[in-house]
């Protein structure tokens, strides 16, 4: 039990490092599945906490439309997102 709340941790401090739309949806994902793995103590709980987490991360990034994204150069620039 130890092992996956310093697990948590860690994937919560990366989703503060996290700059692009895409880095957030994985870290909203890696927290869904720790928050659903501890809620529920089955692998079910922790599929199901990552797919709510990393749709729902995404669901809030590109609300206005508009997404982050990084160029071949690391530089990072918010354009009209390529799905809409």
């Known amino acids: 039990m130890r092992v996956v709340k310093i697990a948590a941790v860690m994937v919560a401090v990366g989703t503060l490092a996290a700059c692009t739309t895409a880095e957030k ?7 869904g599945a720790a928050v659903g793995a501890l809620a529920s103590n089955s692998a079910g709980g922790a599929v199901a906490g990552a797919l709510i987490g990393g749709f729902g991360t995404y669901l809030f ?22 799905w809409r």
Do not use: F, L, P, W
Request: hydrophobic content about 20%; aromatic content about 6%; some cysteine.
């Open 25 to 31: 949806t994985a870290s909203g994902a890696g927290i």
């Open 61 to 82: 990034e590109t609300a206005d439309g508009r997404c982050k994204y990084r160029n071949s150069r690391g530089q990072v620039y918010t354009a009209r997102c390529h």
